[in-house]
């Protein structure tokens, strides 16, 4: 099961009780500070930590042709979930 911006907004509006524009307002809040500090690793405190993660170059193939390509090196933002967080889900 995946969860949308919409999802999320409605999560938020429906458990903390603000508006739908405020609890939209608060989730694209949190996105800019994640992605404005990303060069640096976020620790949330029983949460998890956000950080990049950069990929090396590799060798790519368009499964239909069969015709291979180069993949550039890429900046992934990865998230490890924390103990306590892990604990909480199962």
């Given at each position: ?6 999802d ?12 739908k ?11 800019n500070?994640?992605k404005?500090n990303?060069s ?14 950069t ?7 368009n499964?239909k ?22 604990n909480?889900l199962?």
């Amino acid at each position: 099961m995946s969860l949308g911006k919409k999802d999320i907004v409605n999560n938020i509006y429906s458990e903390a009780s603000f508006s739908k524009s405020t609890a939209k307002d608060l989730l694209e809040s949190f996105i800019n500070i994640i992605k404005s500090n990303s060069s640096k690793n976020i620790k949330i405190s029983n949460f998890g930590t956000f950080r990049i993660k950069t990929t090396p170059e590799r060798v790519g193939r368009n499964p239909k042709t069969k015709k291979e390509y180069i993949i550039s090196k890429r900046k992934k933002l990865v998230f490890k979930a924390s103990a306590v967080l892990k604990n909480n889900l199962n």
